[in-house]
């Protein structure tokens, strides 16, 4: 709302002192005049069935035990569907089907031939993008500027670009001839369902091999209608193999003994487990945990787009992205102007209902990370930091968070070392490069991180200090299914897209 | 003026292009629909500065233009006017006269529009003759191949002089932004002429392509919104060239909206250099009460 | 034969470039096939491997950021010093039991094996780096970074070439590294300690710790600093053993146990690889 404010020229002109800069006392009024009516999605072509069972060998079947779970709208906190719970015995079922369509069939067709199933299915998933968007925003939150224009055009664009290697293999591993390794196990997360699922099964099918995946239980309905494209594009029997369920399903997959390779995406709390169960096995696996992006700004940075690059460093996917850059670190000298930007960019933005397409902050996924959330906002108010919270209206139902930023944080605070997977940013400052670089290294995690300069040597020197598979300069949470993408250290192990995404599903002869 | 330091304008604000260009697209990707729509299309129709800038401009052609500014569709009489005429300075006068009684401004290109190859005095004067001629409103060019040398005093000591040749009169300051071409030029020319006293920036002539765009004008508001936290006074924006869509007009309210804020969706702050759009604005207008669809048929054209 | 009283070596550590013995003053025998006593070889304990970690990751930043050229050039002079240290090990192997000419060969194909990965460390970025043609208007690549500092276990057949084997790859590309020798024939490593002092390895870059493997391994396996794992020993449950200590921090593990370390195989720019992270920057292309 506006607050007192210096409207005419005249009352800043007449003989008061000169103003310092930045002059907070000025505010800017982005909520008093002329607000965007409701721009709903509509919803009403999208079909979502009353219940789901797995994908098993082309086959949509009931799960053995005949249990079922629910997935909800998180916006709306009513209920979407059922889907089955996935136990060993589905597990086992659908790993068998991919091991047989192995043999059988997948490993027996060309590369070439690979190739143009993975094309029709990423024709089919531009053909259904709509439904797929939406359903993506219905089931898991995420707003539809999202879901449109970045989920899912990437998933296609992932299946595209993995079509075209099934039959040019050989190029990609100089020296050495590759091949499958069988049946991939794979688990994703419940943040981007569709492109996820995409960059999972994509490279798996160009380099021969069978796939079962298991997709979040809160998300799981893009997932089971990627398996009916599967079907439509004609895609062998028991190539893909959904199975739904929550941990314990994923559980039995990674100790299923038929299963030669897992990729799995999600916390690095669950990637040590199955690091750990996969101890003393010979399966192969690649892990994409979480992370505690640094985003380093420095005084010549390009200011106003660096604002821009902030906002879509945290407050993308209501933060959250593995790769988010939660840790701002700004040079001293700037901070007090560039936070200021912020917070005037903050107030812009729309918080509420994901179909809206107007909507640049959707539904926190899940009751449980809702919850998770809000304990971190509390914790961080316990730790000393001063919270700041843009003025926006929530709706009254579904899990919403309002962006925020902490400042006055230091390196020990909780809210600095743990990832909080939400719209929450921490700020600190730094005087100098090697502090910069010291601050964004000091944490087990190194996903990506961000740095904003005009200098391109500095760009050179710290983007090699710090230690993060993705350097995003001048830009931060752009992806690109040529372009690789994976942790250091507690981040995972192995990487997804581009060439070097093929590595972790083939062995080398 | 207001005492503020001067910024050294040999320093460049650094601007990243793909940064801005990213920035408006998903600005572009605002959905305006219903109240909104209809709102913001009048409050556009309110912001244009109608204007003809041609040789061949005839007395009858500039009367003709001001019937359309008082009354943009006569079927709906309860419209919003246009903001001001804008025109040559040897029609003033006639506009003058063909818009008195009414609130809307008279706008006139001077100085050596819209090359500004001219000497200095010859721009004071041709000032002079447009405010004598009784224009509210100035738009003057700037010398861009000072600027371009790099002499950015004498493009601010001449935009401080044509501001004082305009007394009362409002200055806008053409930066012709696509000669200056990188955004960096662009913001700095804003910088410079908004501490030189200008109450608008206005991005180009219409006689150059790239005339306006939208990367370039969210530049300018940056400026604007930076200018006003350090000096606390408000300047004014005008896009001018190429803007000939309703849906463009409302981009362009997106970007004020969501850069500077409601105190500047007025006219006294923002203004489209615009012909073509008004009718394109009427007949969306047209379009959201009746529910059909229109013919430029049934629109003048001015 | 001289009557002169031939002067024995004490073998000690190598770690930090220095020649430390133990921190706790164990030593244990080495004795030849016919249990002949031919040395005493430090018994170092945890804290020697918590030591050498500390060493190792201090060492990481400088050897990471020498350039390509200037690493291929100390592993090549490491070869050069092998070269002409070539009679010590053939000598000191034939003490522990080698045949002559065996010892020959592997003294031989490890100083070739050096020469081998030498050529790599200019040459890994530009095989297995990318320029990744984004559909966006950013320039974008990715380029192999060293994963950081790499726990060696090495096996108890071929002790130089083995050693050689594992740890040139490991460092070529930048990553420091500690090992655990053979617990039965550590004397190789150590000697091999002497040479990389000899041949400008910055200090604490390769660190070599002898002992009871089996006292050592769970230290340098779960070390919170410790990035990666590049383990020679072919035994199930150690090998299972590795792997869960390594989930606690997500380390990267390679088992690689051979039965034939002259193999041609085991020169293979995989291996570098597989200590290796790709970092992908992303930059705007614009004026």
């Known amino acids: 709302m506006s607050e007192t404010k210096e409207k005419t020229s005249a009352d800043a002109t007449n003989g008061s002192p000169k103003p310092t800069s930045p002059n907070a006392d000025l505010k800017l009024d982005f909520a008093s005049f002329w607000e965007y009516s409701s721009a709903p999605e509509s919803s009403d072509f999208v079909e979502i069935n009353e219940k789901y069972n797995h994908f098993i060998n082309g086959e949509f079947v009931e799960p053995e035990k005949g249990r079922y779970m629910k997935s909800i709208n998180p916006a709306s906190e009513e209920i979407l569907t059922e889907f089955a719970e996935g136990t060993s015995e589905d597990v086992d079922k659908a790993v068998q089907a991919a091991r047989k369509a192995y043999n059988k069939t997948w490993s027996k067709l060309s590369g070439r031939e690979r190739g143009k199933y993975l094309y029709r299915i990423a024709r089919m998933i531009q053909e259904r993008s709509r439904e797929l968007a939406i359903t993506e925003t219905m089931d898991g939150g995420k707003p539809i500027r999202e879901s449109r224009d970045v989920d899912v055009p990437l998933a296609a664009a992932h299946f595209f670009y993995y079509a075209g290697w099934a039959d040019k293999l050989e190029y990609a591993f100089p020296g050495r001839k590759p091949e499958p390794l069988g049946v991939c196990g794979q688990i994703i997360p419940w943040n981007f369902p569709l492109l996820m699922l995409a960059w999972k099964i994509a490279p798996a099918l160009a380099t021969g091999n069978t796939v079962v995946l298991k997709p979040a239980e809160t998300t799981p309905i893009t997932a089971l209608k990627f398996a009916e494209i599967c079907s439509d594009a004609g895609l062998p029997d028991g190539v893909v193999n959904i199975v739904t369920g929550a941990g314990q399903t994923g559980s039995a997959i990674v100790n299923h003994q038929g299963v030669d390779k897992i990729a799995f995406t999600g916390s690095t709390e669950v990637g040590k487990i199955i690091q750990k169960s996969l101890a003393g096995t010979y399966k192969k696996y690649t892990l994409e945990l979480g992370g505690k992006g640094p985003n380093i700004v420095f005084e010549d940075a390009p200011i106003d787009q660096t604002v821009e690059g902030i906002i879509n460093a945290i407050f993308f996917n209501q933060g959250h992205v593995c790769c988010a850059g939660s840790r701002l670190l700004i040079q001293e000298g700037i901070s007090e102007r560039l936070i200021q930007k912020l917070k005037d960019r903050m107030e812009t933005l729309i918080v509420g209902d994901p179909l809206d397409k107007n909507t640049d902050i959707g539904a926190i996924n899940s009751k449980a990370q809702f919850e998770k959330i809000n304990e971190y906002l509390e914790i961080g108010v316990n730790e000393g930091a001063e919270i700041y919270q843009s003025k926006c209206d929530l709706p009254e139902n579904g899990y919403f968070c309002r962006p925020t930023i902490f400042t006055g944080v230091g390196q020990s605070n909780r809210i600095v070392r743990e990832e909080i997977f939400g719209p929450v940013l921490t700020i600190q400052t730094f005087r100098t490069p090697d502090e910069a670089i010291e601050k964004a290294n000091n944490t087990p995690y190194g996903l990506a991180s961000g740095i904003w300069t005009d200098k391109g040597s500095k760009i050179f020197k710290v983007g090699q200090k710090v230690r993060s598979g993705v350097m995003w300069s001048n830009t931060y949470n752009k992806f690109d299914p040529t372009s690789p993408f994976g942790g250091y250290k507690e981040s995972g192990i192995g990487r997804e897209g581009g060439l070097h995404g093929l590595y972790p599903y083939v062995k080398l002869n | 003026m207001n005492k503020v330091s001067l910024p050294d304008f040999n320093q460049t604000i650094p601007i990243d292009q793909i940064g801005v260009e990213e920035r408006v697209a998903r600005l572009n990707s605002r959905s305006i629909k219903k109240e909104s729509k209809v709102q913001g299309l009048k409050l556009a129709l309110s912001m244009i500065d109608l204007t003809t800038l041609e040789g061949k401009d005839s007395e009858g052609k500039v009367i003709q233009l001001c019937s359309k500014a008082k009354k943009p569709y006569a079927p709906m009489p309860d419209l919003p006017t246009v903001a001001a005429v804008c025109v040559y300075p040897n029609m003033v006068s006639t506009a003058k006269k063909a818009l008195n009684g009414s609130n809307i401004n008279v706008a006139s290109v001077a100085t050596a529009f819209p090359s500004g190859m001219a000497k200095l005095q010859v721009k004071l004067d041709d000032t002079k003759f447009a405010v004598e001629q009784g224009a509210d409103e100035v738009d003057m060019v700037i010398s861009r191949g000072e600027f371009l040398k790099g002499n950015f005093s004498f493009v601010f000591d001449e935009i401080a002089a044509v501001k004082e040749a305009c007394g009362d009169a409002h200055l806008k300051v053409i930066l012709e932004t696509g000669e200056l071409e990188t955004y960096e030029n662009v913001r700095k020319a804003s910088d410079i002429a908004m501490h030189a006293g200008a109450d608008f920036i206005k991005t180009s002539t219409g006689k150059v392509s790239p005339a306006a765009t939208q990367p370039v004008t969210l530049v300018m508001l940056e400026a604007i919104r930076d200018f006003y936290r350090e000096t606390g006074k408000m300047i004014g924006m005008k896009p001018a060239g190429g803007i000939r869509k309703a849906k463009q007009a409302l981009q362009y309210l997106v970007l004020v909206k969501e850069t500077l804020g409601a105190d500047w969706l007025t006219p006294d702050y923002f203004r489209f250099g615009a012909s073509s759009l008004a009718n394109d604005l009427l007949m969306q207008i047209v379009k959201q009460e009746t529910g059909v669809y229109q013919s430029s048929n049934y629109f003048s054209n001015d | ?287």
């Open chain 3, 1 to 287: 034969m001289s009557d002169r009283l031939e002067v024995l070596k004490t073998y000690k550590t190598y770690v930090g470039g220095k020649f430390p013995r133990s921190e706790s003053n164990r030593i244990y025998r080495i004795e030849n096939p016919g249990g002949k006593h031919i040395a005493n070889a430090c018994r170092c304990t945890r804290k020697d491997v918590r030591d050498a970690v500390v060493v190792a990751r201090s060492a990481f930043d400088g050897w990471s950021g020498r350039s390509a050229y200037n690493r291929g050039q100390i592993l090549y002079r490491i070869a050069e010093m092998l070269e002409g240290r070539k009679d010590q090990f053939v000598n000191e192997l034939e003490l522990l039991g080698a045949k002559k000419k065996n010892a020959q060969k592997e003294i031989e194909i490890s100083i070739d094996r050096l020469i081998y990965y030498a050529g790599w460390t200019d040459k890994i970025s530009q095989v297995f780096g990318t320029v990744n043609p984004v559909a966006s208007s950013h320039f974008n690549f990715s380029m192999p970074e060293p994963t950081g500092v790499v726990g060696i276990i090495g096996p108890d057949e071929s002790p130089l070439l083995s050693i050689v084997s594992l740890v040139a790859p490991v460092i070529a590309c930048g990553n420091s590294c500690i090992i655990l020798a053979s617990t039965e024939n550590p004397l190789s490593a150590v000697s091999f300690g002497e040479v990389l002092h000899a041949s400008d390895v910055p200090a604490g870059v390769v660190n070599i710790l002898t002992g009871n493997r089996d006292e050592m391994v769970n230290h340098l396996t779960t070390h919170m600093d410790v990035n990666a794992i590049f383990n020679a020993i072919n035994d199930s449950e150690t090998k299972k053993q590795l792997d869960e200590n390594a989930s606690i921090s997500v380390k990267r593990v390679k088992h690689y146990s051979q039965s034939d370390w002259s193999e041609e195989k085991h020169e293979n720019p995989y291996l570098i690889l597989d200590f290796m992270e790709t970092k992908t920057t992303w930059h705007p292309v614009g004026a």
